[in-house]
Structure formats: structure tokens, C-alpha cells
């Protein structure tokens, strides 16, 4: 079946597991809108944790003004560089971050 992880090595020598093998509920969800016809220009995201740098992107680009996210997502600087270049508003209801049994 393959592995659901992909790990990945950073300029500091720190390692972190991606997932490879789905789409992401932020993705869906912007799918699924856009399937629907229904705008989401100013709209706000609940997910789980901070989006990825991917998620962030499409965020973005769809006009998504603010994100709340249950957790922090242990690889998130760039998300939350480019929200707030973007003057997208992110609220974290935990100061923890996700964690998977599988890292």
C-alpha cells in the first residue's frame, strides 16, 4: 500500500513526515465550494491545525480572510508568514502542536 508519510529534511538538519497520499480537508473544502458554486471570498477556514504551505497558497488565493485552527502544524513558518503578508487573520484555539503516532 505504500507509505502514507514522506519525510523530509530542512536546512537545520531537522527531519518531518508529510503526508503524500491525500487531499487535504482545506483543499477539499475549497473543491467542493467551487464544485457548489458557492463563493468563499472573505470567507473563514476551521481546521484542525495550522494549514500547510500548499493549503496556505490556495487560502489565499481564494480571497479566505481569516483561518482558525484547533492546534499548530509543526512545519507552519511559512503559513504563517505568507497569512500574514497577505493580511490573512489566523487564530489558534491551542498553543500545542499536532502530533501523529506515525512520525
Known amino acids: 500500500m505504500g507509505h ?11 527531519v518531518t513526515n508529510h503526508c ?3 487531499v ?3 483543499q477539499n473544502a475549497i473543491c467542493q465550494a467551487a464544485k457548489r458554486g ?6 473563514t477556514v476551521y481546521c484542525k491545525m ?3 504551505r500548499t493549503c496556505a497558497m490556495l ?6 480572510k481569516r ?18 503578508e497577505a493580511g490573512v487573520k ?7 502542536v499536532q502530533t501523529y503516532k506515525d512520525m
Do not use: Q, W
Open 24 to 26: 487535504h480537508a482545506e
Open 67 to 84: 483561518v482558525v485552527c484547533e492546534k499548530h502544524y509543526h512545519d507552519e513558518e511559512d503559513s504563517m508568514r505568507m497569512f500574514k
Open 38 to 43: 458557492i463563493s468563499i471570498d472573505g470567507g
Open 4 to 14: 502514507l508519510f514522506r519525510k523530509s529534511i530542512h536546512e537545520d538538519g531537522s
Open 59 to 64: 487560502i489565499i488565493n481564494c480571497g479566505i
Open 20 to 22: 503524500v497520499r491525500t
Open 50 to 52: 495550522t494549514p500547510c
Open 90 to 96: 489566523i487564530e489558534h484555539l491551542e498553543d500545542t
